[in-house]
């Protein structure tokens, strides 16, 4: 039986409570029941990190960097494991679950890299004397991670925050916990004992680690789970990194092909079932191209659905929720020209849907919707889009397609988001850092600046004494050092 908070793979401790019950998504069948933390626990597991973070924290950095690689060739072995039971818990594909966790395994060998290197800057003060910053681990990282790429994701935060010498808490989605477990199974050995730990638990065990004495907070997920915790940061004095929701425009200038722009918009809304916290969540269609948009637009998720391409929603609850929404926006007069009905058969499927007709003041416009669900609105011009692009509470992401520079510089410009795509609703260099605007969160999650996020700087200043009296020293410049001729 997993155990509810993982030191390494010698030495557990495993407490009794309530347990999480997980069915398949695919055919609802109960799986099995992990234990959830008790509040014993969670302060029990706080304090072997605590009592494990200062010789963690003078681990030289490329030994630091070295368990790190360690780690991640662990994870490496342990592929086809994990990917199973993403898939299972989860009911993403066994193909891109595995996609996900080379995804891992690479971000784990980045930071084991870039780890080392991340340095402090010297600074110019007098010349007699010596000053720099220095970089110094925040201590104890507690890390909140999701379910919809819950490899990939926790890893980042993961390598990061153990690179630059803080021990870790990881509690991973109750959505996912056999997943969350068995990572902190195979990546715990690479570490000295209390350095990573894994909780399980839903919302009272999130809750009690986020207002537990730690020292950072890094959390993916939802916006109310974050403003939570971003609440219980300010009582507690842990610095706090969100990324949370979004409800990410796309939006379609007059001088595309309307066959193409339809293609980026289904590989945007249904990926992954839009279960993608970057995922297409509303469209705005120039009037011009809108017709022919629409047809196509209608014609993928058509396919989709046809082929039964679509994964199952993480469970039914998040179904619900989804379908809720678009029933919604169709009495409020949407058209559901594909999908929108709830499907019969066991399972937590929902097809692929095309939502016309929309305006904006629906939900489905308006809230994220983390669903394969793609509502499109028709605008008069470019400015009107952009328009209604650039409003909501949200700020994690947008993309443009045109070819008009102008338009793009225009929006690049105007969007109050994190990341603006152009001409492309994924992908991006390596390394790519951003911070959300709004709702969407706060800080880096990722690139080499979440490296800056799990440190603190400390400025130095080095000057020499002054000269004894009556020693054969030469003279004292203003700053305490001795003047050379």
Sequence with gaps: MPTTVTETAAGT???????????????GEVLWTVPEAEPDAVQDAVRVARRAAPAWAATAPAERGAALRAAAKALDAAARELAGLNASETGRPEDEALAGIGAAVSTLEQYAELGPVHRGHSLRGNRLATDYTLAEPRGVAVLLTPWNDPVAVAC??????????NTVIHKPSERCPRLGEALGEVLAPAFPPGVFLTVSGGAAVGAALSQAEVDVIAHVGSSASGA???????????????????NDPLLVDRDV??????EQAAVGAFSNSGQICTAVERIYVHRDIAAEFCKALEAEAALRNSKGTVAPLVDLRMRDAVHAQVAEALKQGARAVEGGALPDGPGSFYPATVLLDCTDG?????????????PVQVVDSFDDGLRLACSGRYGLAATVLSSNIAHIQQAVAALPVGTVKVNAVFGGAPGGAAQPRGESGAGFGYGPELLDEFTQVKVVHISAPPARAGSAAGPVDGSGGQDLP
């Design 156 to 165: 980042g935060l993961i390598g990061a925050a153990l690179v630059t010498g």
């Design 13 to 27: 401790g495993t407490t009794d409570g309530s347990g999480i019950t997980i069915q398949d998504p695919r055919t």
């Design 257 to 262: 092909d309307p066959g193409w722009a339809a």
């Design 362 to 374: 629906m939900q489905v416009m308006t809230e994220e919707t983390f669903g394969p669900v793609a």
């Design 228 to 246: 939570r915790i971003a609440g219980a940061g300010a009582l507690t004095g842990a610095h706090v990194i969100r990324e949370n929701g979004g």
